[in-house]
């Protein structure tokens, strides 16, 4: 099957600084990401749609000036999280669609996640 | 609008009993229906899905979910539990015209040996 990763898989930051964790799909193309956020013994919750070559969709109640959503190629999504704060800790999944298998939207793929702890 | 509801944030079963994890949607429009396992620290696995046809599904590991549009139901089982199945059960919808994912609050699977 499709695979997607993410890197790093964890990361330790200070307050104030800014992190990137960036999304790949490995074996196709991807022109649609999505990046979630997963607080513990919580469900997901979309934070933004990432499209290959415009900006960044985002939800409801998601900062777009403070979590940076690009999608320069058709493979790669990264998202910046600026001047992290504690309360940004969380677990950052990213999917992306396969729009080669000929299949509708349900070819998604999540990538294992990130874990972001902000000291 | 599409939203999830899982009945149960924490399921215990016994090795070999049967398991049903609950899940009902809402939705406007003709759903896409899914159930993931995440496992700790790890991203998500596809379970199964339902797009449209048989409304009865197998996935991997031995479950299988079953789409009751009058009940706005896609309850999620497998009849004899096994140890490696103790992980976050996730389901969620999605729509035709749109391609987000909305994800239930999750239930917890304990296996009892």
Redesign the interface.
Known sequence: GAVVSQHPSRVICKSGTSVKIECRSLDFQATTMFWYRQFPKQSLMLMATSNEGSKATYEQGVEKDKFLINHASLTLSTLTVTSAHPEDSSFYICSARNYASGGPQETQYFGPGTRLLVL | AQSVTQLGSHVSVSEGALVLLRCNYSSSVPP?L?W?VQYP??????LL?Y?TGATLVKGINGFEAEFKKSETSFHLTKPSAHMSDAAEY?CAV?V?T?????????TSLTVIP
């Open positions: 896409y899914f993931y620290n790890q991203g998500l696995q596809l899905k797009t996730f999605s035709e749109g391609n987000q994912f909305y994800f239930g609050t999750g």
